[in-house]
């Protein structure tokens, strides 16, 4: 079995959305803890999608708060490049939320995790019974590569987007800290937590 407490997942999410993260932990949009006040980022026609994406359970994509395995997302440069009528957020206003399968599994959440991005015909989802294969499923490789766009592998940014699917709401408790791109950002959600948080500067998890 690999070490869970080193395979790290990430959301990214607005600066606006870790006060209510910090208090109710990453929810869904359907829970009672819901954030009123949340700021979206992404592709909102993709969101939709996974909505009505039905998965081999029955579920669909919607019913879980995604992760991914590494940062530096394509997703990320979409939105910090405003692409696909995305509206454009900057790398200060934009914050990984980090935990871990180790962590996840310590809540008793049920997930499941896929080899590449999730509504894309050609991946695979896998169950918590295939963890113990999980690197050999995932390609970290390619999650961890920083141009995804290669003539002789072009099921490369696939495997990349590779997911981590939690069901239900992530609590606060899960969250292992946060990884910004400047120390304004860093020091604004110090503020925010009112205790030592882990915030991690890190400008080259964007672009």
Not at 113 to 129: E, I, K, N, Q, R
Request: with cysteine.
């Amino acid at each position: 079995m690999p070490d869970l407490t080193k395979i790290y997942l990430y959301r990214m999410t607005h600066v606006k959305n870790i006060q209510h993260i910090l208090e109710h932990g990453i929810t869904h949009i359907v829970s009672p803890n819901k954030n009123p006040d949340y700021v979206p980022i992404g592709d909102g026609r993709l969101i939709n999608s996974r909505n009505n994406f039905r998965l081999p359970n029955r579920r669909t994509l919607g019913e879980y708060i995604p992760f991914y395995f590494g940062g530096r997302m394509p997703m990320l440069y979409v939105i910090q490049h405003g692409y696909n009528g995305v509206n454009i957020a900057g790398p200060h206003d934009i914050v990984y939320c980090i935990t871990s399968i180790a962590a996840i599994e310590a809540c008793g959440m049920e997930y499941i995790f896929t080899d590449g991005h999730a509504v894309d015909g050609l991946s695979s989802f896998y169950l918590s019974s295939d963890l113990e294969n999980i690197e050999n499923v995932v390609d970290f490789k390619a999650v961890n590569i920083s141009n995804w766009i290669d003539e002789k592998d072009l099921d490369l940014k696939r495997r990349k987007e590779a997911e981590f699917l939690v069901l239900g709401d992530v609590p606060a408790t899960a969250i292992l800290g946060f990884i910004v791109y400047d120390d304004e950002t860093k020091n604004q959600i110090m503020q925010l937590s009112g205790k030592e948080m882990k915030v991690i500067v890190r400008p080259n998890y964007y672009f």
